[in-house]
């Protein structure tokens, strides 16, 4: 069973509280992200459940085990690093091969703890046992990287070392992956590569991973739900689809993708649009949501928002007057940087090829309908 239950838990170091009553419910065969800004509690909660750190208090289960208090190597945890630790003097096939060769030392006689110890001294000591050598080549060929079984580990991309710490991390056959930023060392292109390759590694053996990142992207397109954390407390766990949509609070709104963010009054209840909202600059909006406050936040996503340029507007009421301020050019679309009287709204436009780009002290209206007003 490679379902993780962590109940509770508490840490604090030197009475500085690290973690503050974590309760998650990871399921059996689910990708799961921890998500947030550094020093957030995120990489503590995962120490935490491989056992790298003692909990202060709060219980952690690993299937219908629970593992607070057992040695990190008996939870049946694999783990890749940030910096994937690798040993350059052993070869790939090697470094695949470490975890198995201490568990034959740990398990084995007096002449198989010879054996290993020989081997891992010197290769030409001790041979690598037939059983040992097909998982070891089964692994590294599930990782793509058979061909290069021979290879160190200072002749490999950072690419290939990342799925070289992979498959040794898998070849233990553990009950649960742990992943801690194991794409931060990677420039943007790999990184958006690895993501794919990850993930499809991980539905096609279905092993339960907890990913650890502090990249809203890498959660929200490798996950099947994530855990947003703040302070060292969870914020929000929910699909990367509701934490987009429906953020419970600014922080998650702000962290997660872009976001205009306006306080503002509720005027009106149960209108035909929905709630009405007047802001701080007298402009009203209606939003498709009900609230029990009189005062509120609401976020807009940029993408939410129709821009026309004025005179070109279609014939509706609730359009917003504007002016561009700055035109950023952005590949797929244009991030418009629109003022509204003493409000100053992101709008991204999808780019179409040869479109022109709008200037700065263009007139333009924005239309916003009440679905995408979203209320705190």
């Known amino acids: 069973m490679g379902s993780v239950l962590v109940k509770n838990l508490h840490k604090q170091f030197s009475g500085v509280t690290a973690l503050e009553d974590v309760n998650l419910e990871i399921r059996e065969g689910e990708f799961f992200a921890l998500l947030g800004p550094s020093g957030c509690g995120k990489t503590t909660t995962m120490r935490c459940i491989a056992g790298f750190e003692t909990p202060t208090s709060g219980n952690i289960y690993i299937g219908d085990r629970e593992v607070s208090k057992v040695p990190a190597n008996q939870r ?163 699909t990367p689809t509701n934490l987009y949509s429906r953020p419970v609070s600014r922080f998650v709104a702000d962290f997660v993708g872009s976001s205009n963010i306006y306080k503002g009054f509720v005027k009106n209840q149960g209108t035909e649009k929905g709630t009405l909202i007047q802001l701080s600059d007298q402009q009203l909006l209606y939003s498709a949501f009900d609230t029990t406050k009189s005062e509120v936040e609401i976020i807009i996503r940029p993408e939410s928002i129709q821009l026309y340029e004025a005179g070109k507007e279609p ?58 007003v979203v209320i705190l």
């Open 76 to 238: 049946n945890c694999g783990m890749v690093f940030q910096s994937y630790a690798l040993f350059p003097h052993l070869t790939v096939a090697e470094n695949v091969a470490y975890s198995l060769n201490i568990r034959r030392y740990e398990q084995g006689g007096i002449g198989s703890k010879l054996g290993v110890l020989a081997h891992m001294l010197n290769r030409r000591l001790g041979k690598m046992p037939k059983d040992v050598e097909q998982k070891v080549r089964d692994s590294l060929d599930f990782v793509e990287l058979g061909h290069l079984a021979d290879r160190l580990p200072g002749q490999l991309s950072g690419g290939q070392q990342q799925r070289v710490a992979l498959a040794r991390a898998l070849i233990m056959e553990p009950a649960v992956l742990l992943m801690d930023e194991p794409l931060s060392n990677l420039d943007k292109k790999l990184r958006n590569s690895m993501r794919v390759t990850i993930r499809q590694i991980q539905q096609k053996i279905g092993i339960t991973t907890i990913f650890v990142t502090h990249d809203q992207e890498e959660a929200m397109s490798m996950a099947d739900r994530v855990a947003v954390m703040e302070g060292g407390k969870l914020v929000q766990v929910d």
């Open 315 to 372: 014939e509706e009421t609730g359009l917003l007057d504007g002016t561009i301020t700055m035109s950023t050019y952005m590949g797929p679309s244009i991030r418009y940087d629109v003022q509204v009287g003493n409000l100053a709204f992101e709008v991204d436009k999808t780019y179409e090829g040869g479109m022109p780009l709008l200037s700065p002290g263009t007139s333009v209206k924005l239309a916003i309908e009440p679905e995408r």
